[in-house]
């Protein structure tokens, strides 16, 4: 009889059966199914399963969250199932055949812009505080600002320009570069790409608009004269030239003997790449974005604009949920590339995020007494006001459906105040509660009516409606199970007095350890599978933080294992994110499953460049997945640590 034998027949049944399952595989914690028609999946009934600590779905495969033992877990379901020789590979392809044409771009949208995102939210909040500095009269009856009446003010005021530039201004070279990452070509190419197209050489493209036709500097060929116009915050135009590059490069890299590729390929790639940019995609990709921009600030100003912001307010969360929200991304860049250099679209994202975190603070309430809702709950909450609203989207809001929809009602009429106003944002990319440090300061005053709308329309529905339609097990949660199990066998008559005096783990890596809730992924982010540390390695071999056993190991991907302490501690340590995909490819695994191991023995050696190749973070992370006999346990970050040497976490 199998350790899992309940489960797995269950879950089995609840997928679907065999018949609806097109590919199965696993990672260290997960169980990544293609599903033939994942409407048959009953997620509900699957995240009740004893061990089971969660689904969601991710580019198009349906994850099962098991935890340290999904290998047994897995191997248990293959056999019971029937389904034999299915690859990692294969459940990836099997993922891509399930989507259509526009889930493919808007996946490949997604994940341009994904690498972007913080340097846009650093760039938005840099521009909110020059808001506050500068631009706010608060002084002398309102007639001057912090910066009017103060040189040190003044010189910050200027100073931060300096980065609010280099994101919006310079943002193509982001663009290009992220184009190649994406697309696994050369990234210096990209970049060199991108800086032509915002060169200190090229009238400044926002400019343009207010220079006269005569007065615009050219290129003469004798022949013809071509434009020296800069790209600065395109999108399109710099999409476009991102994916000639890319395409050149690959077609040179086919056709070339392997001898002279270094020499051939980057000269044949770029110098057509930069010529065709400024000549053909640059000012069709202008034309483009600036006729959408155009067309979407028409409707934000027309007489429908009042429709067409609770259209947009209702549907943003949805958007969000299909990644077509990332287009919008690429809108609001052109909107403040337009001369009035502000945008009325982004304050309703802001918003949105709002009334979405309304509706799961109402959950919170409503779910205080269930501990493991709330371990989703408040962290989702907390991240969903802070502007980044997938973990309570998928986390809770779509779970139980009627959250979403109340809070989608509640950013309709937020953003329907909003736009009926003209409120106008100067900034992207800060979204939830610090949105309001994008907003122009006259219209600071309704906007934070239209958040307080955002905040209690959607939390009284909530509440209201969760009251009705909760059950008694949803609001109060199911009594504990026991203690977790998987602990492998033999470990405890293995444990001894002076093992079991452990009361900390050294970090095991040199780096930067950050707070667990930073982590790239939200399976680790929103503590899923547990409390922990994420770190950003500045070196490559990972080290046992403490004695203890090997307890699973991932034996063809390398990159990742599990770890028990004698008194009961269960640990995992998870290289990169997603790096299951790149199957062992950059890792070497120096132990195996029951092997004892001294503090500092190295575990794994990887190779930052190929996983950054890959398209994958190479943030690696230590969580505490079962506590064991521990108690008070404590988490360390926000310093370098040496691995072996700094503490990252301990307990009483």
């Known amino acids: 009889m199998g350790k899992y034998d309940n489960d797995v027949k269950r879950l089995l049944e609840l997928v679907g059966g065999k018949e609806n399952i097109q590919a199965v595989s696993h990672c260290m914690t997960r169980m990544r199914f293609v599903l033939v028609d994942p409407k048959k999946a009953d997620e509900k009934a699957i995240e009740d399963l004893p061990s089971v600590k969660g689904t969601f779905t991710q580019a198009g495969q349906y994850q099962v969250i098991i935890g340290n033992d999904v290998s047994v877990f897995y191997n248990e379901f293959t056999a019971y199932a029937g389904i034999e020789g299915v690859s990692k590979d294969a459940v990836k392809a099997a993922a891509k055949t399930k989507q259509n044409i526009a889930q493919k771009i808007m996946g490949t949208l997604g994940e341009i812009f994904a690498p972007l995102i913080p340097a846009l939210i650093c760039g938005g909040l840099v521009l909110g505080f020059r808001n506050v500095i500068g631009e706010i009269n608060f002084f002398n009856n309102g007639t001057q600002s912090l910066a009017d009446i103060s040189q040190f003010w003044s010189g910050m005021y200027n100073f931060l320009w300096l980065i609010g530039e280099a994101v919006f201004h310079l943002l193509p070279v982001g663009i290009v570069w992220s184009i190649t990452k994406k697309m696994g070509t050369t990234q210096i190419l990209g970049i060199i790409l991108g800086l032509t197209l915002v060169s200190s050489q090229l009238l400044n493209g926002f400019s343009v608009a207010d220079t006269p036709a005569s007065e615009i500097p050219v290129w003469d060929f004798g022949f013809v004269q071509v434009e020296m116009i800069g790209y600065q915050g395109q999108v399109i135009a710099a999409m476009m030239a991102g994916f000639v590059l890319v395409y050149l ?30 000549t053909v995609v640059g000012p069709i990709g202008w034309t483009i974005g600036n006729a959408i921009g155009d067309v979407v600030y028409a409707g934000l100003t027309s007489d429908f604009r009042f429709l067409f912001a609770a259209v947009f307010g209702l549907l943003y969360a949805p958007l969000v949920m299909t990644g077509l929200h990332h287009m919008t991304n690429a809108i609001d860049s052109q909107l403040l590339n337009t001369p009035a250099h502000s945008t009325i679209l982004w304050p309703m994202i802001a918003l949105s995020n709002i009334a979405q975190g309304s509706s799961v603070l109402a959950m919170s309430i409503l779910q205080k007494k269930n501990e493991r809702a709330q371990q989703v709950n408040v962290p989702a909450c907390i991240s969903c006001y802070l502007g980044v609203t997938e973990p309570a ?41 610090p949105g309001i440090l994008s907003i122009k300061p006259e219209y600071w005053l309704i906007f934070l009516l239209a958040m307080a709308v955002a905040v209690a329309v959607p939390f009284a529905l909530t509440y209201i409606v969760g009251r009705v339609k909760l059950s008694e097990q949803d609001r109060f949660g199911k009594e504990s199970a026991g203690p977790a199990a998987g602990q492998p066998d033999g470990i405890a008559a293995e444990q001894d007095s002076e093992a079991s005096e452990v009361k900390e783990l050294k970090s095991i890596l040199d780096g930067r350890v950050m707070p667990i809730e930073e982590a790239p992924d939200d399976v680790f982010s929103q503590k899923i599978m547990g409390d922990g540390v994420a770190v950003e390695p500045s070196n490559t071999v990972v080290t046992a933080p ?73 943030t690696t992370m230590l969580i505490v997945t079962a506590e064991g006999s521990a108690s008070g346990i404590k988490m360390h970050s926000g310093m370098d640590a040496k691995a072996g040497e700094t503490t990252v976490i301990s307990w009483e």
Do not use: W
Request: charged share 15%; proline share 5%.
């Open 393 to 433: 989207l998928f986390g809770v809001n779509l779970k139980y459906v009627f959250p979403l929809v109340c809070g989608m009602i509640g950013s309709c009429c937020a953003a329907m105040i909003s736009v009926g106003f003209g409120v106008e944002a100067l900034s992207i990319g800060v979204g939830g509660l």
């Open 249 to 278: 490069e690959k077609f040179f890299k086919k056709i070339c003997p392997e001898v002279i590729s270094m020499i051939v390929v980057p000269f044949c790639s770029l110098v057509p790449a930069v010529i065709i940019a400024h």
């Open 546 to 618: 403490a004695d203890c056993v090997v307890s699973v190991v991932m034996g063809d991907t390398c990159h990742a294992c599990g770890l028990t302490l004698p008194n009961g501690v269960e640990l995992l340590i998870h290289v990169g994110v997603d790096t299951v995909d790149m199957g062992g490819d950059g890792f070497r695994l120096f132990v195996k499953e029951g092997d004892h191991v001294k503090a500092g023995q190295k575990l794994i050696e990887f190779d930052p460049e190929k996983i950054r190749a890959a398209g994958h973070p190479c």
